[in-house]
């Protein structure tokens, strides 16, 4: 069973540009969440997709922004890149399910190195 | 706000000793909670995990214990091996372990052989 697959794997960016991230979750995962991970902040929410709806968000400006297609693939976008944008952007997928459930576990891909300069 | 508080930054224990790792929680809605490890240049993969119901979950050499009412969890590594050198993060997550996960700042356990 294919992991999660996430592309570009590393890319550099300049300050005022935007970049598209894309993630590819397990086969017959519906949910898809996006994480930054910085030094010394350990990984930050962005935001989680369910059935191409954005089911949470967290406390990041709307630069960054993203969306789920119908096939359960997701995409980030962020504009305006700062140089505190760089970051390694993780996506993880899951299927949801029951109380406590081990489908509620998170699988993640190798993320997205992003060096904005 | 830090919700999921890792204080210990790193870390280090001799090969075949106890590992123990250590996270506190703030919000009392959490009642699903999970440990990563994370090694460099790949993403973080799930070890373990524990529901609010219950306040011990082993899993081979690894143990995670739940202290509600201190609002803290620990993962206990026995016997420590070098392929443990990783950065390990706490997550926690509310409505039975439906809702988003929100995760520490991370541990790096550096195992000297």
């Known amino acids: 069973k294919a992991g999660v697959t996430q592309t570009p794997r590393y890319l550099i960016k300049t300050r005022g540009q935007q970049v598209t991230l894309s993630c590819s979750p397990i086969s017959g995962h519906r949910s898809v969440s996006w994480y930054q991970q910085t030094p010394g902040q350990g990984l930050q929410f962005l935001f989680e997709?369910?059935?191409?709806?954005?089911?949470n968000k967290g406390n990041f400006p709307g630069r960054f922004s993203g969306r789920q297609f119908s096939n359960s693939r997701s995409e980030m976008n962020v504009s305006t890149l700062e140089l505190g944008d760089s970051a390694l952007y993780l996506c993880a997928s899951r299927l949801t399910g029951t109380v406590y459930s081990g489908a509620n576990v998170l699988t993640f891909g190798a993320g997205s190195r992003l060096t904005v300069l | 706000d830090q919700q999921v508080k890792q204080n210990s930054p790193s870390l280090s224990v001799q090969e075949g000793r106890i590992s123990i790792l250590n996270c506190d929680y703030t919000n009392s809605m959490f009642d699903y909670f999970l440990w990563y490890k994370k090694y460099p240049a790949e993403g973080p993969t799930f070890l373990i995990s524990i529901s609010s119901i219950k306040d011990k979950n082993e899993d081979g050499r690894f143990t995670v214990f739940l202290n509600k009412s201190a609002k803290h969890l620990s993962l206990h590594i026995v016997p420590s091996q070098p392929g443990d050198s990783a950065v390990y993060f706490c997550?926690?997550?509310?409505?039975?372990?439906?809702?988003?996960?929100?995760f520490g700042t991370g541990t790096r356990l550096t195992i000297i052989p």
């Open positions: 997550a926690a997550s509310a409505n039975f372990g439906n809702e988003k996960l929100t």
């Open positions: 997709y369910f059935s191409e709806t954005q089911r």
